[in-house]
């Protein structure tokens, strides 16, 4: 047992409201640079959608991502020797018009332009050649786009439905939508760094933050197309690549990430899993449908003793360990299994996890008579005449679950690689969670159904309510549980730091070249 | 002393040259294919000179007279047809004859005009038995003693081609000289002895027929060399062509063999229909 510890992330799918506001704060500290501006690090996509870059879940297009052929895994798109023999060949690179040309407006033409017949207008110019250009693109185009032919319907996910199936859920008030925001994961098994002929990238050793050097970084972009996610991108400008940092300049000082100190609908956790480095081989190799318990598997309990010691020998911090303990990452993934990884099927075996969004495909569309709820309203206030009633509320047990207005498939495929009663598990734990505090807080549901509820979905009263409380009422530090850094360590692991003691004060890089 | 000797020694052999160049008189045709018949015929097309059927209705017998004593000398007045006549036969300067009396140069053209009115009467020498290269190679280097003990070619004369030791430079450079004079005009040299220096190196120890052929056939491999070595034109575009040519199919293959490569954005479809404003 070889125990690593990983930053780890979870993202709840019920909660995100699509405002962008993590891309944005992403965008301004990170990104917001010359050859930089068309990476997001961070985006958020309309699922279902195409996302960003358009189609990046279709390996058939991008290639990215490791495939299992006659019982073993290589990359898709590279590998050891084809990479070699192919060096100068990487044709499923994306191309700028798969991403989108970044552009801004001539603002000051609005206030500088001389007084004529005409309003002067801010024209659009590209960010890359300078020159005025038709904007074709942008990084969340398809926004709240779902349903549209060119989007919704592109969507990669749909493969394996039925055409009935995918017509029933672009039907007019039935269609519904949810939102995917996507940073690197960070995985255990990055195809990034096993792509890379330079050796530029690394996953740290502390923390499993996979980054890329930029002083080793020489260009090859075979990242940029291994990356089955798309989170890597290549810098014009400077001639490197670069991805999400994971913030790790604000984690080490103790500091959520941007993305998830700025989240609105406070989706995001962050938080120490501890996992067996022997075991990533074995799970990387399993069949598509035990690779997600497989993946869970090698994540590792922090309060079992002998994970303990074997973490201390493999010299994990005892604080990191502590804060494993408590990290909200650990509950959501194997506490309560609610979360699960996205596109297991890429065998990247990815570090952020998604909770599966129930509200937009549990809810249903009914016939009311809101006449009477009408009267009793201020004759000034707006009127509401339609008659029909967004509904979430269930008399059914799972009634909802098999009307759901998503086919399950869909879901499946995004977050199971395919397994969809995996999916059913999770909706049936969230769904138990609201019956059980429909039952505490409105009471209208018996205790007799609320437990058995619970137990078909197999929760506890005590754990629904720990999900009802980090779901809706988590505070900043139940959120985001940071291990102190200890960069000192992993410092003097590689300088004797004794050699500088002594030397010129602090903000030198090298000796200066005056005084004594 | 060395500069005493050597225009001394000079001297005696210009003496022998002159004494040996002195012809019977009124003895044209003797005289013609001597003197003449090497570079010139009368009737039978151009060799190294011009044909010279009917040379006395085109010049007066004065310049006839003094072109055969001194061409160069009648070039220099400015005689614009000696010019023209010089540079249309590559600038091979013909041999002045001091030694030539006007009668006799006058029996030379009786004998032309005789000649002229029955044409197409060869003057060169007989039909040569082919050549061997090789042997004519070994003859010219002198490998191979020439049968009358005739000096080796390359004593004063140079041919460029590879492998071969260099000659010498008294005489002129030989490597291209059938493009200059012609097969037969070379035979016609070597035959008939019209350069005063080769007159007297050759007088007494004349080459063989066998001999004439094989050095001749050299020449004209080493001139063909030559000159397909310095005529690299034709080859340049060929290889232009072939270039382009191989390059396209290459590139036409090279399509075909990576044809499942991504070959535009996903988004062409989309970006298609969208209107520009250009």
Known sequence: MDVRSQISMVFHLDKCIGCHTCSIACKNIWTDRKG???????????????????????????????????????????????????????????????????????YLDLIESPEGDDQPTARPVSLITGKPIDIKMGPNWDDDLSGTPDFGRNDPNLKNLSAEEQEVMFQLERMAFFYLPRI????????????????AIYKRGEDGVVLINQEVCRAWRMCVTACP????????????????????????????????????????????????????????HKDDEDLIDGHLDIILDPFDEKVIQAAKMSGVADSTIHSAQYSPVYKYVKQWKLALPLHAEFRTL????????????????????????????????????????YDTSTTELWGTLDQVRFPLKYLANLLSAGNEEMIKDKWKKLMAVRIHRRRVTVGDISQEK????????????????????????AKFEDRFVIPPAHREQAIEMLDFTGDTKGEVGFGFKSKVKRGL | MKSIQFP??????????????????NQGETIFKQVCAACHTIGSGKLVGPDLANVHTRHTKEWIISFVKSSQSVIKSGDKYADSLFKAFNQVPMPDNPTLTNDQIEGIIAYITEKSSSPGTSTTKADLPPGDVHRGQELFVGNIR??????????????????????????????????RISVTGVQGVVAGLPFPQMKQAYESKPLTDQEIADVTAFL???????????????????????????????????????????????????????????
């Open chain 1, 36 to 106: 930089a501006e068309y990476m997001w690090w961070n985006n958020v996509e309309t699922k279902p959608g195409t996302g960003y870059p358009t189609k990046w879940e279709d390996q058939e297009v991008y290639r990215g991502g490791w495939k299992k052929s006659n019982g073993k895994v290589n990359l898709l798109g590279t590998g050891k020797r084809r990479g070699l023999t192919n060096i100068f060949y990487n044709p499923n690179l994306p191309v700028i018009d798969d991403y989108y040309e970044p552009f801004t407006y001539k």
């Open chain 1, 184 to 199: 690197c994961n960070h995985c255990l098994n990055p195809a990034c760094v096993a792509s890379c002929p330079s050796g």
């Open chain 1, 229 to 284: 996610y798309k989170k890597s991108y290549y810098n014009w400008y400077t001639g490197k690549s670069e991805k999400c940092i994971l913030c790790f300049p604000r984690i080490e000082a103790g500091l959520a990430p941007a993305c998830m100190h700025s989240c609105v609908g406070r989706i995001r956790y962050l938080g120490v899993l501890l996992y067996d480095a022997d075991r990533i081989e074995s799970a990387v």
């Open chain 1, 350 to 389: 990815p570090m952020l996890f998604y909770v599966p969004p129930l509200l937009p495909v549990m809810a249903t569309v009914k016939q009311v008579d809101n006449t009477e709820g009408g009267k009793m309203m201020n004759p000034i206030a707006k009127y509401w005449d339609d008659n029909w009633l």
């Open chain 1, 450 to 473: 609320t437990d058995e509820v619970l137990r078909e979905a197999g929760l506890t009263a005590e754990m629904a309510d720990g999900i009802f409380y980090l779901t809706a009422l």
């Open chain 2, 8 to 25: 001394a020694i000079a001297m005696a052999i210009l003496f022998i040259a002159l004494c040996n160049n002195a012809f019977p008189q």
């Open chain 2, 146 to 179: 020439f049968a009358n003990h005739g000096a080796a070619c390359n004593s004063c004369h140079n041919v460029d081609m590879s492998g071969l030791v260099s000659g010498g430079a008294l005489g002129k450079d030989l490597t291209q000289v059938v493009s």
């Open chain 2, 220 to 278: 004209k491999e080493a001139n063909d060399l030559s000159v397909s070595a310095q005529a690299g034109n034709d080859i340049g575009e060929k290889m232009l062509f072939g270039g382009i040519s191989g390059a396209v199919l290459l590139l036409f293959l090279f399509s075909l063999f990576w044809i499942k490569r991504k070959q535009r954005t996903v988004n062409y479809t989309l970006f298609k229909r969208q209107i520009s404003s250009t």
